[in-house]
């Protein structure tokens, strides 16, 4: 199905939009950020703002974005079945993995090559297998050997992939894993999962549920793990990390969902006007970040792209 291309307007960073089903807009309604140092002083990137809605869709959700402008993500149709889909160049595909009832798209790398979870009708709902799409879209089973689910959340250009591994529960089994051409390997840490890094794999991005039942995002560099919190959140999550190590991700406070992007010891936060929730999933390496939104009980997707 053809999409206008995606339009690119230049706004201030306090800007966001929002648009019909079945189309993609240029920006039209103020949204919120907020960046401050832990110095307490305050800058702010500019961006121009994109959302859209899958056809046909009951909520889409952007997950992912390589530095060509590719998305990936997923969305609900009216049965309440889940699709994975790749918007490109104004082109929306679906992906369905042959048998499957839902099907997801993760994450996208450099070249195309798409990483996801999908799961086999009659299968209890916490189990996800995991699969490659080529850029020719030819499909590859992924599995993390010895455990019956296995989530891939991003694929680097050398064809490595993160993402967490789990057996029949949600979280208590699942460990952040690493998946290369070399072997396989998960990080020490329970109830976590990988969900980015550098292209030497030097650092990675990801979060876990800590001792005191806390979800933190953490940072792994040269194998030390060191967790974070964004200032005043009682829950964060890294769900991506850029070539420069800027990680994206959501927070949890008082007032609710938020998405943020961390720079070092900056963290720019994101909140479109009037929704319940927003979430950052995904960054690339302009800067440009896609995500989720909820206005009126709906969810839609957002693509925020890096002016400065």
């Not at 990801?206 to 200032?231: Q, S």
């Not at 720079?263 to 979430?279: F, I, Q, S, W």
Request: hydrophobic share 35%; glycine share 14%; proline share 6%.
């Amino acid at each position: 199905m053809r999409f206008p291309t995606l339009g690119r307007i230049l706004v201030p960073a306090a800007l966001l939009v929002g648009c019909g089903a079945e189309r993609i807009d240029g920006p039209s309604t103020p949204a919120e950020t907020q960046s401050l140092r832990q110095d307490g002083s305050s800058s702010a990137p500019s961006y121009s703002y994109t959302t859209f809605d899958a056809p046909g869709a009951v909520s889409t959700v952007a997950q992912g974005v390589n530095a060509r402008g590719d998305i990936v993500g997923f969305y609900t149709d009216a049965a309440k079945l889940r699709h994975g889909f790749l918007l490109r160049d104004g082109d929306f595909t679906t992906i369905d993995y042959p048998g499957a009832v839902s099907t997801d798209a993760r994450g996208i790398g450099p070249s195309g090559d798409i990483v996801g979870g999908y799961r086999l009708r009659g299968e209890p709902l916490v189990n996800i297998h995991g699969y490659q799409r080529s850029p020719d879209g030819e499909l590859a089973r992924v599995d993390y050997p010895g455990h019956i689910s296995t989530i891939p959340q991003r694929i680097l250009p050398n064809g490595t992939i993160l993402g967490c591994r789990h057996d029949q529960d949600v979280s208590g089994s699942m460990y952040g894993v690493i998946m290369g051409r070399s072997g396989n390997e998960e990080i020490a840490e329970s109830m976590s999962m990988n969900n980015g890094g550098t292209p030497d794999g030097r650092r990675i991005a990801g979060l876990y549920t800590n001792m005191a039942g806390v979800t933190e995002g953490y940072v792994i560099e040269d194998g030390v793990f060191t967790p974070f919190l964004v200032p005043g959140s009682n829950l964060t999550a890294a769900w991506d990390m850029n070539p420069a190590s800027e990680i994206a991700g959501v927070y949890r406070d008082a007032t609710g969902f938020h998405g943020f992007v961390r720079d070092g010891d900056r963290y720019l936060t994101l909140n479109v006007p009037g929704a319940t929730d927003t979430r950052a999933f995904g960054i690339n390496a302009r800067g440009d970040v896609v995500g989720s939104y909820v206005v009126a009980g709906r969810t839609r997707a957002f693509l925020a792209r890096r002016e400065r």
